[in-house]
């Protein structure tokens, strides 16, 4: 089983937004918990993440269609 795992950066990237914003939506009541904490920062689980995006930016989700 491999665990898939985002940080700050791959949250900001996935999200397309700036690091303060990042920060900012991380903060906010509603978006996952982190499922640790390292000297590095919050980490969490990619499907947690994914699954907060298909609810309150679906505008991000990939389409499915090929071009």
């Given at each position: 089983?491999?665990?898939?795992?985002f940080?700050?950066?791959?949250?900001?990237?996935r999200?397309?937004?700036s690091?303060?914003?990042?920060?900012?939506?991380?903060s906010?009541?509603g978006f996952?918990?982190?499922?640790?904490?390292?000297k590095?920062?919050s980490?969490w689980?990619?499907?947690?993440?994914?699954a907060?995006?298909?609810?309150n930016?679906?505008?991000?989700?990939?389409?499915d269609?090929e071009?």
């Open positions: 089983m491999e665990l898939e795992l940080g700050a950066a791959e949250i900001q990237e999200l397309g937004v690091r303060q914003r990042a920060y900012i939506i991380i906010r009541k996952p918990e982190p499922v640790a904490t390292l590095m920062g980490v689980m990619k499907a947690d993440i994914e907060w995006i298909a609810e930016r679906p505008h991000l989700l990939e389409s269609e071009v």
